[in-house]
Each structure stands twice: as structure tokens, then as C-alpha cells.
């Protein structure tokens, strides 16, 4: 442990691999009397998602005061359990997953804001919250904790408490002092939380309804990537703590918390050489003793093959090596069971159908003994196998045969330590091939079960005194897939647990204990993982009441869940076993080698065979003596990237960056701060990423924006605003600086500019768009190709008065062609007759309707192949598209449904488009590309966020993302 770690001539606070509080700080708690200094984590019921709390010490937390004055009075509690600080009267900043819940990114509603709460105030006010933009709406990997923020909108202002300043400190600032506030449900500081005002919370248990503890000294380590890593104390309900820099007497907010480092207490997959098996396997394992792992696998051969670690190797895989000379099917499983300590004992079916057995002892000098047939039954190869040892040299063995039955042998001294041969358990029928489980729960007791040919859940019983298994029963009424494997695990003598995977793909589990009066109860789904019918569920009891699950989702990737009665909020999970994918659904081989330790085993598509493990101890490491290291520091998004995202985006535009270079630039409108902000690529390469929001300028209620490339490359744009205006914003001609926002005038007779648009005519000369409000489309030109020269006057192109929205493009053959929304949401088209200066327009006509509702919105891009994409989306906010089949033509294919959904790579299931889009922007990324365009659309919702979606010719549209990160 470290007692101090220099840096910059002062003590800091610092780390150590303490896994729990209590063990550190004695019974001094609260107001905690550290002696050391010391970094506490706690893996506990107030975990922050998948990462850990993390205190550290000297920890000089006290109560936020009750006041409405800066600091304290801008922060305040969200009912969901999260911190928020008010940034102006209408808006306070928290983390995204405060918003969102962060696996499907589905918006968490009816959220409300308490200021300065704290149960002791008087009628403590609250706010709701009735919309939010967000970093990002889901898990994206490593760009999470920089996007990790989120803004509400409040549905009235708060007039009477201050908002704090949000601003942003450079990744050169150094070292420097910060202190934050949250509303941590710190467990040991106060216990159980008392219930919210007026009744239930929304998120259960995850509502502690107490006061704010203030970490009043602590630092700024770095900034990296946007990132802060501080060592502010972080708990579950600090997540979007403020951080807070102090400069004389003002405040403000520099960042806000994401959560604890990611502390993974896996360790591995580490690859088990030497074997080769087909993928997916099963491996199963047997721990012979404590801290000894023998694991067993058929292979491409089909012998039966072992693997060591423990003691006797060094703690070292040692293996593999070939069990004597049995052959059977590739793929199929070795049951493995340790009757007393130090024995082995394995069962396998053979390539004829015959179940056999062999043992292994350290006193077999000669290695292993058997295969002995065991007789009275044959199966199909490959069938698994399930062996329990109800008591020290006692084995059962089961298995169903082909006829569909269940059936048992024995051998211990009951049998004179020979082999029974197999008789049938009653006349329940299952699907032959099934698995049939066993548990054996001390003093003689041995239990089964099985999915039956209906697909319901059966179980039968055998305990003494009594010779005869117990009729079958069903437990309770779950049906499931004929075939499912049914996975148990007892975390106590009176206790068992039995878990499947159900017809929804949802994962169910069932208890009978002390618990449930003895009687089955169940079946309850363990949150929303959805996984393939029929997958393996491996449950382990790594100790007293504790239980783990685990299973190879439909992505490959492995899942655990844990359940232990302190656990008030039921089952943790599902957490992701590292990343490492193998066949969904696939055999996991888990052991619990001693106390709270686990290991796994899987066999990958690669042909080997990987392990896995898990203890609570596997935390952190210690610190250099610069401070912290970064991976052990808390984290959280930099306020630069929320000064200037835009809080309510109503349209957004793109073109080149300011420069004229191949670098896209985006422009939104944001009416809520009344800016037009604007973003860039980092690089010229299309694979990069793109800054933080930038201000463009003050526009009093910004609304439609269009943006188009000068013919010296340089950006414009033009917007609309609430009360119809006009205004425009140019890159100089002779250097890259923008001009001021000016006022363009609107056509003879019109007062307001409803949309806008812009497009190219056939030698590249800008051209201009607007519907007025009178209905009808105006578009202008400039006199020549310079950038500043003049614009042309207003030509009137249609005469009915009955449009609301525009979009327009220059098509491959250069004439133009306008794209119109009507006032009952109709669709019409109009386009020039030839590529020439005062081509004549056709009257509009129909576009047809995608959609039995109206449109609200669409625009239009090129494809890869030099045609056209129009899209829509319609009041629903289903989103639409229709393509160009002809360059020669006006020939377009018919309305498409277009179902891209939302980039949710964490998810269990596939998620739908982003709910209630309003608008959509279809454009390309500028940057060159070797020849082929990237498409790409942008969208606004209803609640203000910007998102999008590129296209590549051969994989297809992506998963639509916030465009924030």
C-alpha cells in the first residue's frame, strides 16, 4: 500500500488494490478517519453499471448544504437515481445513460429534476424533464466515456436557484484542484434509503433518496481525447456529478462524471494449446480439489482428451493428453464428476451408442483406468451425459435413450462397487439427445431434470430412505423448445436453482428452498438478454447463496449474470466475459475451484479450446509516483464536448470545410440557444472522426439550414428562422474566415421563408431554393461563378400555393430537379428541361406517397452509381426511400420502406430507427474516397438530437448514431 505518491510538492490522494471498504476503514465510517491513503473499490449492490465504485482517500466528503446559492444550489437529483446540474433556467447536464439506458439506447421517460434536494427541505420543488439530447444514446466501446453527457430540456424554468457556467479546460491544463457533488448511494454513509416523495421510485432500488455528499479536494490528473481522469469519488448516483473548477469566486462546470475505470474482474480467454476440437465443443470441467481445474474434451479424432492445472503443474495448464483409446463422435461431451477428493471419473458415449466410464486416481501410477461399458442402454452418439456423486465413492449416471426415455445407473456400495446396469426412470419421454441434469444435494439426495417431448419442465427426485424416484412433475408452466438443455446449481442443501432458455430467447429461472415454503416457484425472466432457443446456460454456486449463470449470446460473445441475497435490486447483469466470440448458444464448461473463484471453458472457432476467471480480488494495480494512472482514475466526458452541441437541433446541412479542402463540415440549428454550430472532420480521410460543436454566430430561432460548396470550394449556408428571415453566412474569397451573418431578401410579396435548399446549375453555378409563405417555390442564382458575386432575382417556379418544404439537386445530366412537400403531406417533383441558362421547369407533379400518413419531411442525394435517392419520413416517423433507374430518364423505382436501425452494438436484439424524426438531410461525406461517394443522411428528432447514417456499396446503410461523438 502507498502512502503517499509525489507530485507537483503536494500530497494526493491515492490507490490501492483494497477490494472492500469495510476491510480499510474499520468502524470510524462515516466521517472516515483514514489513517493511509488509499483508493477503496466496491463492487457492491451500488456498482455504476458494469464498473465499480471508486472512493478515495483521505475521504473528506460531507453533506451538501441546503442552500440556493453557487455552488450547491445548481445541483440537483433526477428520479432516476442520477446528479444533474442546471446550466441555464431550462436546462441541466447529466450523463447520457441518465437519459438513456445505454444497452438499446430506449429513452428513460418521465423524468423529473429536484434542485439542491435534500430530504430535509421543505416541500422540496421538482421540475420534469420532457426531452433530452445525448452523446450518444448506447455503448459504443472506448468513445463512450468522452460521450457519456446529456442535456434536458425542463419543462418550466427554474427561476430560483443559479445555474453554473459550463467551460472546458485544454489537454495542457496540468495537475489542477477540482472538487465535485452527486448524489452517491454510498451505503455504508447512509444506510438503506428512505422512500421518494410521494411514492414509488421509477428505477427501484436504484432511488436512494438522500442528501448530496460533497468531495471538496480533488484532482484533474489529465485530459485525454476529451476525456477528464480525475479522482473524485464516484458511487453509484454520481454518475453525472458535476466537475467543478473554481476561479475566484465563480464556478464551473468542466466535465461530468461517466462512472468508475472499467474494471473487468475477468481475467483471460487464455488459449489452452495442444488440441484441436470442432468448434463448439463442449469442455467440460471438474475440480478434484481446491485450486485443481481438470478439464475434458473430445477431439477432431474423436478420443477423449484431458488438461490440468493446479498445484501439481505449477499452476500451470499442463496437457493435452489422449485418455486411453476410445473413440466417439467429434463434438459430443465427456461427463466429469469428482467423487472424493483427488478422484476422477468420466463417462462418454462411443461411436456404437454404448455409455462408458473411466477413473483416475494419483495412487493409478499407470494413469488412467477404463473405458468400462456400462450395459443396459444404448443411445445415439453424441448424446449428453450427466453424472452426480450424492456422496464420497457414490456415482449416478444418466442419460436419455433412444426410445425418448430417462435412464439411470449406479455404482457405489450399494452396487458392491460394480456397475448397475441402466433402467428407465418412469415414463416421462423426452426428445432423444436431450440433456437430462443432476444435482446431488448431500445425504444421498439426487435430483432431475429435463425439457419434455412438450416442452415443459420436469423434475424428479430421489432421497432416502426411499428406493423409487418420485413421479415426475412440472415446474410451474413455463414451455419451452423440445431439445432445451435445463441447467441447475444448488447453492445450499435445502436449496436448488434451475434455469432455461425460453420460446422469447429470454433466459428464466425457477428456486425451490426454505425460501418458497419448498414448493417450486418461478419462472422469472432475468432482465432482457435475449439468446437462441435451445442455448446452454452453465449455473455454478461459487459459495452460500451465490449464483452465477452464464451463456454465449447470439453474438457469440459470452454473458454472466449473479444473483446473492444482498443484491436487493434481484439478478446483476448481463456482463460481457471480455470479448471473445464463440458459436451462439455454444456448451460453457464452469467450475468453482474454491470459494467466490470461477472459471470457464469454451471452444472457439479457431478449434481450440479458451479459459476464463473471475475473483473478486482481481481489482487494480498501485500507482507510479506521478499520481494515479489513468486506467485506475475515475472518468467522465470534458465539457467541450457539450458547450456547444446543440440543445434543441431543428435541421441540419452539410458541405466542405471552411478552407475548400475534401473535409466535410456540418452545420445544425439550434434553437434553443439560438446558434447556428457547426463541426469538422479531424482529417482528410473519411475514417476519421470529426470535433466538438463549434459556435457559428447568434440567429434569433434558427429552423431550416441549407449549405452548399462556392466554386472556389469555400462553404456557405443559409437559414431560416421562427419568424421566416433569411439570413446567410460565407467563407471570405480571399482568406478562411467567415463573414457576418447577413440578411437575404426574400421575393416580391413574400414575408416569411418557410424552407430552404440549394443545388447547382449545369456549370456549377450556386442556385438557391425557398418556399415562401404563400406556398409556392422561388429559386435565384448568382450572375456569374465567382463566390461574392450577386444573386439574380427570385424566380417564381410554381403558381398553386399549397407546399411547406423543398429539396432540390443538380441531376448527372446537369439539369435540376425539386422535390416537394405539400401542406396534407402530398409529394410532387418538378425539373428543368434541359441543362441550359433559363431552361424551362415543368409544372409539378405527383411523387406519390410512400405512406398511408402524411410526409413531413425528405430530401435527396446522389448514389454511388451518379443517380438519385430521395428520402422521406413520414408523421409516424417511419422512415422511407425511392431510387433513380435511369441517367437517361425521369424514371424512378417505387417507395421503399427503409428499416435501418439504431447502432446498438451492446444490445441483446436488434433495435428499431430512432423514434419521432422530423427531419432528414441526404448529402455525402466530402472527403475523397479513391473515386467512390460515401452517401450519408442526417436526422433530427423530436426531442432535438442529430443522428446519421453512411452508406457503403458493399455492406449497406449503418446503424443510425448520434452524431455528437
Known sequence: MLDFIKGNGSEQKSISSLSILENSIGKGYPGLNCTVHLIVILCLLYSIGSCCAVVFCPDDRYLMPINNSLPWGAIGYMDNGCTATLLDPSHIVAAAHCFCFDDTGSWQNNLSFYPNFNPKRPNSPSVAIDRAVVGTRVRTGGEFQASDWGIGHLAKEVKDFPAMQADFKSNSAGIIDVMSAGYGRDLFFFGVGQAPPGGVSKMGCNVWWQPALVDPKCRLYLIDSDQLFFDCATIGGNSGSPIIYVSGNKYYVIGVVHGGPEYNLWHGWWNIAGLQVDPGSPATVASRGPNNLDVFAIGKDGKTYTAAWGPQTNFAWKGWTSILDLVSKPGSQVAAVSRSADWLDIFAVGKDGWIYTASWNPTFTDGWHGWWKIGGLQVDPGT???????????????????????????????????????????????????????????????????????????????????????????????????????????????????????KDGGIYTAAKGPQTNNQWQGWWRIHDLTVGKGSYIAAVSRGADKLDILVTGSDGRVYTAG?????????????????????????????????????????????????????????????????????????????????????????????????????????????????????YRNSNSVDDGFGTYRSLGSVIAPRRIAAFMQTNGKPQVVVTSDDGKLYTKAVKK??????????????????????????????????????????????????????????????????????????????????????????TGQLATLYQTQAALNSPWTTPAGFGNPSSVGIVDMDAAWTEDEQAWVFAVDQKGALWIREMISLSSNSWGTWQSWTTGLYAPDAASQQPAPEGIVSLTASRWQEETGGDIVPV?????????????????????????????
Open 384 to 502: 449428453p451425459l450427466s453424472v452426480a456423486s450424492k456422496g464420497a465413492n457414490n456415482l449416478d449416471v444418466f442419460a436419455v435413450g433412444k426410445d425418448g426415455g430417462i435412464y439411470s445407473a449406479s455404482w457405489g456400495p450399494q452396487t458392491g462397487h460394480k456397475w448397475s446396469n441402466f433402467v428407465r426412470i418412469l415414463d416421462l419421454e423426452a426428445m432423444p439427445g436431450s440433456y437430462v441434469q443432476a444435482a446431488a444435494r448431500g445425504s444421498g439426495r439426487l435430483d432431475l431434470f429435463v425439457t419434455g417431448k412438450d416442452g415443459r419442465i420436469y423434475t424428479s427426485s430421489l432421497a432416502p430412505p426411499a428406493t423409487d424416484w418420485q413421479a415426475w412433475s412440472t415446474i410451474s408452466n413455463i414451455q419451452v423448445e423440445p431439445g432445451s438443455p435445463v441447467s441447475i446449481a444448488s447453492r445450499g442443501p435445502e436449496y436448488l436453482d434451475v434455469f432455461v432458455v425460453g
Open 563 to 679: 444473483w446473492e441475497p444482498k443484491f436487493s435490486c434481484g439478478w446483476k447483469g448481463w456482463q460481457r466475459v471480455l470479448d471473445v466470440s464463440f458459436k451462439p448458444g455454444s456448451y460453457l464448461g464452469a467450475a468453482s475451484r474454491s470459494t467466490d473463484w470461477l472459471d470457464i471453458f469454451a471452444s472457439s472457432s479457431d478449434s481450440n479450446i479458451y479459459t476464463a476467471s473471475w475473483n473478486p480480488s482481481f481489482t487494480c494495480e498501485a500507482c507510479s509516483d506521478l499520481g494515479p494512472a489513468a486506467g485506475r482514475l475515475n472518468v467522465g466526458p470534458s465539457a467541450k464536448r457539450f458547450i456547444y452541441a446543440p440543445k434543441y437541433a431543428q435541421n441540419a446541412a452539410l458541405t466542405r470545410y471552411l478552407d475548400g479542402s475534401a473535409r466535410t463540415q456540418v452545420f445544425v440549428t439550434d434553437s434553443d440557444s439560438n446558434l447556428v454550430v457547426t463541426r
Open 734 to 823: 480571399s482568406i478562411n474566415v467567415w463573414n457576418s451573418w447577413t440578411n437575404m431578401d426574400l421575393p416580391s410579396g413574400v414575408m416569411k421563408a418557410l424552407d430552404v435548399d440549394a443545388a447547382y446549375d449545369f456549370e456549377g453555378t450556386n442556385q438557391i431554393y425557398i418556399i415562401g409563405d404563400d406556398g409556392n417555390l422561388y429559386t435565384r442564382a448568382r450572375v456569374n461563378k465567382e463566390p461574392d458575386s450577386a444573386w439574380k432575382s427570385w424566380e417564381k417556379l410554381t403558381t398553386n400555393g399549397a407546399y411547406l418544404k423543398v429539396t432540390a439537386l443538380r441531376r448527372s445530366d446537369g439539369t435540376q430537379q425539386a422535390f416537394l412537400v405539400g401542406s
Open 937 to 965: 443522411v442526417l436526422a433530427t428528432d423530436n426531442r432535438g438530437n442529430v443522428y446519421y447514417s453512411a452508406h457503403k456499396r458493399q455492406e449497406g446503410w449503418s446503424g443510425w448514431r448520434s452524431f455528437y461523438h
